[in-house]
């Protein structure tokens, strides 16, 4: 999923004024509007692009190259938007009728749902919930209740359900600020006894999938890691251009060169061979993963999610730990705010703080 001149035009000349709004810029929303791309992995029949999982993770691999905060927006909110293959089928044409329609919001469980056998009424507060400026619905994980009653399982475990709410029910926290994907407007938000029809709520599982896609027969966890991964490699692509062209910047001075030219082009080189590396071997997951799951999605490799898993988190890792290697030898140049180097490396370290890829397990 190549960009054209154009956009990448436009990507990169909005980049700074979203920095300064601490939010996506009209020119940013309406370019993915034109382009439909918080509906990656919304279906046809939605009017999404119903992306295969490939395809998507390519597209947000070349937008997070040209700006890390324009690309992370478009993976969680686009994200989100994929659970219209998860609730009712009804109610999803009418809400993504709408072609600027939004979700967005909180993966981690808080506050109640209170079922009344009707509605559910939803109280508490959930955290960064990316994009909240422009979300037209926010969405959220809860504990169950049957009045003030915990539900839970066969097994003892609380009862968590999903759901999306309209966005005029929702309080939003003005709370995000943060050095780096400062433009993602990652705010909490809360929720005080609002009540929901039933068919806002669903539950994550491809065994509840209203939508018979290959897409949605992945577990949840793997979507993931696979969509927030290409954000990394397209964002550490472009710190290691941006390291190598301040190299040959330097070489034109004969001293520098003749002290450090060889070893730091060598040193970049190996980084990016390396990266590359990363996306084939990234690439080469996914497909197996897309393969399995077409044949048959109830036996899905164990193994093979496990390795998913395990190779995200430490791309993510030596990812982390090579911009701390070269970052120091970009000279003052790579600490001015303004500076795009300076703006690669911000997004990624706060990238690299998201609870998902952070951590090895």
């Known amino acids: 999923m190549q960009l054209d001149e154009q956009t990448i035009a436009v990507i990169r000349d909005a980049q700074s004024k979203s920095i300064q709004a601490k939010q996506l810029v009209p020119h940013q929303l309406d370019l993915i509007y034109k382009n439909n791309w918080f509906n990656i992995w919304v279906p046809k029949e939605y009017k999404g692009l119903g992306l295969s999982l490939i395809d998507g993770f390519k597209l947000i691999k070349n937008l997070a190259c040209w700006d890390g905060g324009f690309a992370w927006t478009v993976t ?16 999803a044409k009418e809400v993504f009728i709408n072609p600027k329609v939004c979700f967005g919001g909180s993966g ?50 609380s009862v968590i359900y999903s759901f999306f709410v309209p966005k005029e029910h929702v309080l939003i926290h003005y709370d995000w600020d943060t050095f780096g994907l400062e433009c993602t407007a990652s705010h909490s938000f809360s929720l005080d006894n609002v009540a929901v029809d039933k068919a806002y709520a669903f539950e994550l599982k491809p065994s509840e999938r ?48 003749e002290k450090y030219s060889k070893t730091r082009f060598r040193q970049v080189d190996s980084y990016q061979q390396l990266a590359e590396k990363y996306e084939q071997k990234a690439e080469a997951l996914i497909q197996e993963l897309w393969n399995q799951v077409s044949e048959d999605a109830e036996n899905i490799s164990a193994e093979l999610l496990t390795e998913i898993a395990k190779e995200s988190r430490r791309m993510v890792r030596e990812i982390r730990e090579a911009v701390i290697t070269l970052f120091p030898l970009v000279g003052i140049s790579g600490a001015q705010k303004d500076n795009e180097l300076n703006i690669v490396f911000r997004n990624i370290f706060t990238a690299t703080q998201h609870s998902l890829l952070n951590l090895e397990g």
């Open 210 to 257: 209203k939508v018979e896609s290959t897409l949605y027969k992945i577990p949840f966890m793997t979507f993931a890691e696979l969509t927030l991964l290409p954000n990394y490699l397209g964002m550490y692509k472009r710190f290691l251009d941006l390291v190598e062209k301040y190299f040959f910047d330097k070489s034109n001075n004969l001293d520098w060169a």
């Open 76 to 91: 969680l909110c686009s994200g989100a938007n994929m659970f219209a293959g998860f609730i009712n089928p009804s109610l």
């Open 108 to 157: 981690r469980a808080n506050g109640k749902a209170i079922f009344d056998g009707e509605k559910y009424h939803l109280t508490g507060v959930w955290q960064y919930a990316t994009g909240a400026p422009h979300l037209t619905h926010f969405t959220l994980n809860a504990f169950i209740y049957d009045g003030e009653i915990q539900c839970v399982n066969e097994q003892g475990e």
